[in-house]
């Protein structure tokens, strides 16, 4: 006894007709009856196949603009009728209905409608209402009917009919896809819907995402992991090009998008070097070279093995300076054929090209796992101007520490909390992350900054005047005051806490300037 089951009569109904007139071709050399509509009827029938509308094949025509052609009993009776019984077979012999064993359908492409901006009514003419029911159909009674939703499914299809029909095993996976991309597909109106009639959150929250690809492992070799993308096309890794290089790894992805939606951040020229997620090194400059030479001089220990970030285009004088160290990862928007010669020298190093930037004000949903379900937050698209600021010391920051406190403040948005950044001359000089209490970090980011300098030749620390930016208030005057040992000459904080007086009464102390944002970044 053998599960496999021919296909008699076919149903085709695709807006992607990628190979479906071969497969056509196929079925009729098969001896398979096609029944179709629209365009893929027409593209059918244009090769020479025969073919039968849908609408002579029920004796029904298709109404209200199209809307209506496949909802009718002829065709989910002949989808949904269980072979083995007797009383449906009957009942559909009674009825004329006659049964369908293959169905392919690929939907009405809402996602790429919303995602070209299109107007609301556009979107709504592309929400699909037969095919999904069809679809869902085809898949509940795949004992009898094999269903097909992607192009790329029809040649494994193809390959077990060549072997007199497909197995159960076949149809039990095509159907389990089947009702994963109609629950996608679904997923992406309501979200859609959701931000037309701006609820932030609604009662039911539906995520969904289409498989990338299959990772080696995820964060540890024991763990299995795998990359989706959920179709909102923000540049980066999503939309990202591998021009070379080995198969991305969970961390390299986690890292690269850390390191890209950080340097998203400047305006001006800039590199952004990422190790675990937080930012090792930072800078703006006029070039991509010579911000690579200021960001790389932040940290050049945590560099190596590390995640470059760029927002400009890279050319061959950039790519040279990345090229010399042991880097995993070089993301940007785009690179020249000479960088792009230069990186080819380095046959391990992935370079991903993304098309653009990613907007840092953009509105977007972040979502993270916790046991028993997740949590859902808006992305952190708050920017701090100098409009904003307020003044709190005696002194007010001179026009140089004013622009470095605005970039170490951005920076610190990307920084693990609790964060602590020391800028200089639009440059990281130290950075301390994921610290259990600032004054950690803030100690730490010191070390580093006159680690840097040694390693650089300096005869003073790299935070020696520089400025300081806490993602958060300082809950005590010690992690301001071990910035102030470390040489700062002005900190800009969200302040808001209970002791800010005492806070503030520091740095008037150690004639500082400080600013306060009002916004916080924490990020954990």
């Known amino acids: 006894m053998t599960d496999r089951i021919p296909v008699r009569r076919a ?55 199209g809307r209506v052609k496949t909802l009718v009993p002829q065709v989910h009776g002949g989808l949904l009728g269980r072979r083995d019984l007797d009383a449906h077979r009957a009942q559909m012999e009674q009825h004329a209905i006659e049964p369908i064993d293959l169905v392919a359908v690929n939907l009405y492409p809402f996602e790429a409608t919303v995602a070209k901006g299109a107007a609301f009514d556009d979107c709504i003419e592309n929400i699909d209402i037969g095919g999904p029911a069809m679809i869902r159909s085809a898949a509940k009674n795949h004992d009898s009917v094999v269903v097909v939703t992607e192009p790329d499914q029809l040649a494994e299809v193809r390959a077990e009919l060549e072997e007199g029909g497909t197995t159960l095993a076949l149809r039990c ?21 959701a931000q037309q009639t701006n609820q932030e959150f609604p009662q039911r929250l539906a995520v969904a995402g289409v498989l990338r690809q299959g990772l080696r492992y995820g964060e540890n070799p024991h763990q299995q992991a795998a990359f989706y993308a959920d179709g909102s096309q923000r540049p980066g890794i999503a939309t990202a090009r591998q021009v070379q290089g080995k198969e991305l790894s969970y961390n390299n992805l986690n890292d690269t998008d850390a390191a890209f939606e950080c340097v998203a951040e400047f305006d001006r020229p800039a590199i952004v070097i990422v190790k675990h997620a937080n930012p090792c090194g930072v800078a703006e400059a006029d070039d991509l070279a010579a911000a690579w030479d200021l960001a790389l001089r932040c940290d050049p220990v945590s560099a190596f093995g590390g995640i470059v970030a760029a927002n400009r ?15 995993e990862v070089v993301v940007a928007p785009d690179a020249d054929d000479a960088a792009q010669a230069v990186f080819a020298r380095k046959k391990n190093l992935r370079l991903l090209l993304t098309g653009g930037m990613p907007n840092p004000a953009a509105p977007g949903l972040l979502v993270k796992s916790v046991a028993g379900g997740f949590l859902a937050q808006t ?14 010391t005696q002194r007010a920051p001179t026009p140089a520490e004013l622009a470095d406190l605005l970039f170490a403040f951005r920076v610190c948005k990307h920084v693990k909390s609790n964060a602590i950044v020391y800028a200089k001359g639009l440059a990281t000089a130290g950075i301390g ?76 102390k150690a004639g500082l300037a400080m600013v306060f944002t009002g916004m916080r970044h924490f990020r954990h």
């Open 11 to 65: 149903l085709l109904s695709v807006s992607d007709k990628t190979g479906i007139v071969e497969f056509a071709r196929f079925l009729a050399a098969q001896g398979a009856e096609i029944l179709s509509t629209g365009g893929t009827a027409a593209a059918i029938r244009a090769a020479g196949i025969p073919v039968k509308d849908v609408s002579e094949h029920t004796g029904f025509p298709e109404i209200l603009d």
């Open 313 to 327: 285009r890279l050319d061959a004088a950039a790519a040279e300076r990345i090229a010399a160290i042991f880097t």
């Open 379 to 392: 992305r952190d698209d708050g920017r701090v101007s100098e409009a904003m600021l307020r003044t709190v």
């Open 433 to 508: 992350a994921g610290q259990m209490n600032r004054l950690e970090s803030a100690r730490i980011a010191a070390w580093k900054a006159e680690a840097a300098a040694q390693a650089a030749g300096l005869p003073e620390s790299l935070a020696k005047g520089s400025v300081v930016a806490s993602d958060a208030f300082f809950p005590f005057a010690d992690g301001l005051e071990a910035a102030a040992a470390a040489g700062v000459t002005a900190v800009i904080q969200p302040g808001g806490s209970i002791r800010d007086k005492e806070v503030i009464e520091a740095a008037d």
């Open 173 to 193: 996976r095509l159907a389990a896809a089947a009702y994963a991309r109609t629950a996608s597909y679904d997923a992406a109106i309501s979200t859609w819907f």
